[in-house]
């Protein structure tokens, strides 16, 4: 869901393993499915206005292209998107646009995209991991949260290009992540093993000073 205010709300479920019903929006009076493409085979999406909207969507196959919203839904062309599958985007600014996902071929062969004032471009991701969520780190750089052998990794990039990684451990999920506006730090939600049974609780995630 992205809630631009309470008279533009966007809800959003695309094809893949758990389709969802589609992209509606919300006037502030009444709902309304889009079925153009690809406005019906979107994922996710960020927002940086009402007028500006990037998109995980659908072309050929799941979550296979980016898309994007200027008053109407239009899918983005550009070599360095050809044949990956993306879990998650965000938009910083106009000329500032980050996804994450894999070659379609291979879940563990991670591929960041961006988007600049020059167009898209590529980055290999140095480990064979899966990625599920990626937000700006406040400082020009990315944390990138990611599964492998080894359980739960919060990745980072930073503003010059560097990378890290830090084990969170094989107990625990993070599904979402977002940076608090205004700061370097973030806020996850996923999962952790209980303590007192042999299941798992739902956990929120902090990294920084989030009180």
């Known amino acids: 869901m992205t809630a631009l205010g309470p008279d533009d709300v966007w809800v959003f479920g695309g094809p893949g393993a758990d389709p969802g019903v589609g992209t509606w929006h919300f006037n502030g009076h009444s709902w309304t499915q889009i079925t153009s493409a690809p406005g019906n085979g979107i994922v996710t999406a960020s927002a940086l206005s009402a007028a500006n909207m990037w998109a995980i969507g659908s072309a050929t196959a799941p979550q296979d292209s980016i898309a994007h919203y200027t008053g109407s839904w ?113 806020w996850g939600v996923g999962s952790a093993k209980s303590t007192s049974t042999s299941g798992v609780n739902a956990a929120v995630w902090a990294h920084g000073r989030v009180g």
């Open 74 to 186: 239009h899918a983005v062309s550009a070599p360095a998107l050809t044949g990956l599958q993306f879990t998650a985007i965000a938009a910083v600014s106009r000329f500032d646009v980050w996804a994450v996902g894999t070659i379609q071929t291979n879940g563990f062969r991670p591929r960041l995209v961006h988007r600049t004032g020059r167009g898209w471009s590529r980055i290999t991701v140095p480990w064979q991991v899966a990625p599920i969520d990626l937000a700006p780190d406040g400082r020009g750089g990315l944390w990138i949260t990611a599964e492998d052998s080894s359980g739960l990794l919060a990745i980072h990039r930073s503003a010059t290009g560097s990378w890290s990684r830090t084990t969170i451990g094989p107990t625990a999920s993070m599904l979402r992540l977002t940076l608090i506006p205004g700061t370097t730090s973030l």
